[in-house]
């Protein structure tokens, strides 16, 4: 089992930037697809982004493509999600997870899940 910790959220103005971080504690971690999601108040939760385990191979949803970028450092076995020129649209709960059977936007492929950064964007 994967134990995942994402930090980095925070309360910021529309326009700003925050970086998430998703940390694993095993090395395993370079073995999966990483996925990025988020929840909002009263709403399911969504796909924002995913990578594959090399890295070489991102997918983005509509709403964060051209703002938002996803990594990794399996060296490090961490996961990032870079977010740029942020909108109140944003707002939410920020998951990460992890998923042994490739990247995908459909959250019930992905076996582990942290417990969420809340990232909030005021106008």
């Known amino acids: 089992q994967v134990q995942l910790v994402e930090s980095g959220g925070g309360l910021v103005q529309a326009g700003a930037s925050l970086r998430l971080s998703c940390a694993a504690d095993?090395?395993?971690?370079?073995?999966?697809?990483m996925g990025w999601f988020r929840q909002a108040p009263g709403k399911e939760r969504e796909f924002v982004a995913s990578i594959s385990w090399s890295g070489a191979s991102t997918t983005y949803a509509d709403p964060v493509k051209g703002r938002f970028t996803i990594s990794r450092e399996n060296y490090r076995n961490t996961g990032f999600l870079q977010m740029n020129n942020l909108k109140p649209a944003d707002t939410g709960v920020y998951f990460c997870?992890?998923?042994?059977?490739?990247?995908?936007?459909?959250?019930?492929?992905?076996?582990?899940w942290g417990q969420g950064t809340q990232v909030t964007v005021s106008s």
């Open positions: 095993d090395r395993a971690f370079g073995n999966y697809a």
């Open positions: 997870a992890v998923s042994p059977r490739g990247q995908s936007g459909d959250r019930s492929r992905y076996n582990y």
